[in-house]
């Protein structure tokens, strides 16, 4: 049997709240909840910028040698003194009737199949600038050689052409094409009858 209190409540409602209360409480600490949850992903936002800030690429470490080998430069090469090169690298080439500046680039391989075949087509372009006096251009003086060591010798360049003109300070591209092995290669130009610079590649198909 609930009991009379000198405040006119009974003892049935001592230690409750009413209904307006308790909603009020219910929203206070919703409300609490919520700022917390901001407060923490602003703090760790913050946080997560400060530390990726202070992460940074630096240099080599000391204890690397450092390379020696010069870049960017030109190679000089004779019938005396031949060069071995790689694509892209520029070739000052001098010859007993004259002289050129040479590169080549390449190959150029056709679009990849499955699985690669054994064997594929390789383009190369050979570039001739610069040049003075006279500079013999033709097919013959080329030979390539497969990752298979087979060498083959073009008997013309791509288009037909066996010889091509070159005409002082003007530039002569050819293009030398081969059948053959994937892998290392290389091709020997020997416009004096003997080897000046042979270039190495790779032959890809993947």
């Known amino acids: ?122 383009t190369l372009t050979i570039t001739l600038k610069d040049s003075t006096g006279t500079v013999p251009l033709r097919s013959s003086d080329f030979a390539l050689i497969d990752g298979n060591g087979k060498v083959y010798r073009p008997t013309s360049f791509v288009g037909g052409s066996t010889v091509v003109p070159v005409t002082s300070g003007s530039a002569v591209a050819v293009k030398i094409s081969e059948f053959m092995a994937i892998g290392s290669g290389s091709i020997r130009w020997a416009p004096a009858g003997r080897p000046v610079v042979t270039w190495e590649f790779t032959v890809e198909n993947d």
């Open 1 to 122: 049997m609930s009991q009379p209190h000198s405040l006119g409540l009974t003892s049935t409602n001592v230690g409750r709240a009413k209904p307006g209360l308790r909603s009020l409480l219910a929203v206070i600490v919703t409300a609490a909840a919520l700022i917390g949850a901001v407060t923490y992903r602003v703090v760790a936002a913050t946080s997560h910028t400060s530390s990726a800030a202070k992460y940074t690429y630096g240099g080599l470490p000391s204890w690397l040698p450092t390379s020696t080998l010069p870049t960017n430069r030109v190679l000089d090469a004779s019938p005396a003194h031949p060069q071995l090169a790689i694509e892209g690298d520029v070739i000052k080439v001098t010859l007993p009737s004259g002289a050129t500046v040479a590169t080549m680039t390449g190959p150029q391989t056709p679009p990849f199949v499955a699985p690669p075949p054994p064997y594929t087509t390789a």
